[in-house]
């Protein structure tokens, strides 16, 4: 159970595209997951890790030309773990972190599960 009394796992969603966001969020819904923040921009998602009690992120390596370096890096030094998301393959990634899970978009809700699952139990 989490502290505020739900067994949901609390997901921080970084994705400044507004469709894809709310997919997302319908999934993680579906998925059994509760949405504790979105972001779309990169000081907007750093302050959600700041600020928000959050088990697992799920960020979007691009924010329209920013990259979310700053956000994994600000995750990983809180020891929460965290997904990528992109539709540009590995190669956009942040170096010291091509070791995290990556979601290729477009990307279905058993994929989804698959590496939130991976990042959760540190595979």
């Not at 579906?30 to 700041?50: I, N, Y």
């Not at 928000?52 to 990983?76: F, H, K, M, R, W």
């Amino acid at each position: 159970m989490n502290e505020n009394g739900s067994g949901a796992r609390r997901v921080l969603v970084v994705e400044d595209d507004v469709m894809i966001r709310m997919l997302i969020e319908d999934m993680l819904t579906d998925l059994g997951f509760a949405v504790a923040a979105e972001a779309s921009k990169v000081h907007d998602a750093l302050a959600a890790v700041q600020s928000t009690d959050i088990d697992v992120a799920i960020l979007d390596v691009n924010l329209s030309g920013e990259t979310t370096g700053p956000v994994a890096a600000a995750l990983a030094a809180r020891g929460t773990p965290f997904v990528f998301a992109t539709g540009y393959g590995e190669h956009g990634l942040p170096d010291q972190f091509r070791d995290r899970p990556l979601l290729k978009k477009p990307f279905q809700i058993d994929n989804l599960k698959r590496m939130l699952d991976t990042a959760l139990t540190g595979a």
